[in-house]
């Protein structure tokens, strides 16, 4: 196995938790949330890298905790936030991205049967 697999997925397992909490989340991660998660990111240009871990990615949990990780922050995100996130998804052509990997998805799991 991949030693690299090893790290990222319970790594950006950690990071979706984080994007969810907040100030008034309940357990032991608190006043993280969006701001901080999205200012690591921008800053590392690590959005890229997600993007281009759902592209190449051959293991499907990784690329399942990727995108977990880029709905986290949308739900997290708000006003002038969202529309960073979607402008820069956009500039990745993460829609692009999603559309051929789903669409490959559904044509061998219905023509499998």
Do not use: W
């Not at 592209?55 to 880029?70: A, H, K, P, R, Y």
Request: proline share 2%; net charge positive; glycine share 6%.
């Amino acid at each position: 196995m991949n030693t690299t697999l090893n790290i990222c997925r319970p790594a950006v397992a950690i990071l979706i938790q984080l994007a969810k909490a907040g100030p008034h989340s309940t357990g032991t991660i608190r006043n993280y949330g969006f701001q901080v998660i999205h200012d690591v990111l921008k800053s590392s240009n690590a959005y890229q890298k997600i993007v281009e871990r759902i592209q190449n990615e051959s293991d499907v949990e990784t690329q399942m905790n990727s995108l977990g990780l880029i709905n986290s922050l949308f739900k997290a995100a708000r006003g002038y936030e969202q529309y960073y996130l979607i402008e820069k998804l956009d500039s990745l052509n993460t829609r692009k991205i999603l559309g051929v990997k789903f669409s490959t998805f559904f044509f061998f799991f219905f023509y499998s049967y």
